[in-house]
C-alpha cells in the first residue's frame, strides 16, 4: 500500500513539474501584437482631441486618413487619426527618439560630430514580425508568371531573376489596403535609384477603374491590373498579401493584412537580400 502511494505521489509530482515546464516556456514566447478598431477605440487627432465614432469612422471611410496605435508596445485600444501620405506615421514613430537622453560628454564637445539622424524604422526593431500568410512559405520558390503593368512595361518573374522582387496584392475596395499604401510609398522611395529592388503590385480591379483611382491616390510601384488570375494561382484569399523574394525568387518574407512593423520588415529583409 505504501509503495502504490509513493508511486502515485511520483507521477502526480513530475505532472506538475511537466506542466510548470510548459507555463514558463509558454511565456517566453513572444507575443504578436494584434489590435481591433471598433466603436469603443479611443480615437484622437494630431492636436490630442478625442474624435466620436461618427466622427473617426467617417473621415477614415474617406481614404484620406488611417488610425494608427497611439503605443505600438500597448495595444490598449487607443489611435491616433493621421493623414495619408503626410509623413504623420513616421512623425509619430520617431516621436520621442528625439528626447532620448544624451550623452553629456559629447554635448560638453563642441568639436563632437552631431549624432546621426533618428531612423523612426529602428522603433519596430523590438515589434513582431507581420503576420505570415498561409499561402507561401519562406525559403521555397513561387510559381512564376508574366504580365504588364497598367502602363504597357512587361513584367516577368522569371527576367528578374537577380533582383530582389516585392510583390502586394491587393484591391481598391479593401480598407487594409488603403491603409498601407502610403508605408508601402515610404519604402519604395528609398530604393527608387536602385535597378536591383522591383516593386509590384497586382491589383484584382479593371485598368479603368485604377487609373481614377492612382489619378488620386498615387502608388509607387508597378501596377498591374486584372490580376486576379494570378492571386488565384497562389490560393491567396485575404488581402492584402505581400511577399518579398530574393535573387534567386525564394520567398524571404511574407504577410496579410495591414502590419504597423511591416515597413521596418521590408526594409530589413530588402537589405539583407541586396548583400
Request: proline share 7%.
Amino acid at each position: 500500500m505504501y509503495n502504490a502511494m509513493k508511486n502515485i505521489f511520483m507521477v502526480l509530482l513530475l505532472l506538475c513539474i511537466a506542466l510548470t515546464t510548459n507555463a514558463q516556456d509558454t511565456v517566453k514566447r513572444a507575443p504578436i501584437r494584434r489590435y481591433t478598431i471598433d466603436q469603443n477605440s479611443v480615437v484622437k487627432d494630431s492636436t490630442g482631441k478625442v474624435l466620436s465614432f461618427t466622427q473617426w469612422s467617417a473621415l477614415t471611410r474617406t481614404r484620406a486618413y488611417i488610425l494608427v496605435p497611439e503605443d505600438f508596445n500597448h495595444m490598449d485600444n487607443k489611435f491616433i487619426l493621421v493623414k495619408q501620405g503626410s509623413g504623420a506615421l513616421f512623425r509619430h514613430l520617431n516621436r520621442g527618439i528625439s528626447n532620448a537622453p544624451t550623452d553629456k560628454s559629447v554635448d560638453n564637445d563642441p568639436a563632437a560630430p552631431p549624432p546621426p539622424p533618428a531612423d523612426p524604422y529602428e522603433k519596430m526593431s523590438n515589434w513582431s514580425k507581420p503576420f505570415e500568410s498561409e499561402y507561401f512559405k519562406t525559403g521555397e520558390p513561387i510559381k512564376l508568371f508574366s504580365t504588364h503593368d497598367i502602363n504597357g512595361n512587361k513584367l516577368s518573374l522569371k527576367e528578374l531573376r537577380g533582383k530582389v522582387v516585392v510583390l502586394n496584392f491587393w484591391f481598391i475596395g479593401c480598407p487594409a489596403c488603403m491603409q498601407e499604401i502610403p508605408e508601402l510609398n515610404e519604402v519604395s522611395a528609398k530604393y527608387k535609384d536602385n535597378p536591383n529592388v522591383v516593386f509590384i503590385a497586382v491589383a484584382l480591379d479593371f485598368k479603368s477603374d485604377l487609373k481614377k483611382f492612382l489619378a488620386t491616390t498615387p502608388f509607387n510601384y508597378q501596377v498591374v491590373n486584372e490580376g486576379g488570375i494570378y492571386a488565384k494561382e497562389y490560393g491567396i484569399a485575404l488581402y492584402p498579401t505581400n511577399l518579398i523574394l530574393d535573387k534567386e525568387g525564394k520567398v524571404a518574407l511574407h504577410w496579410v493584412g495591414y502590419a504597423p512593423s511591416a515597413p521596418y520588415w521590408m526594409k530589413k529583409t530588402i537589405d539583407e537580400n541586396l548583400k
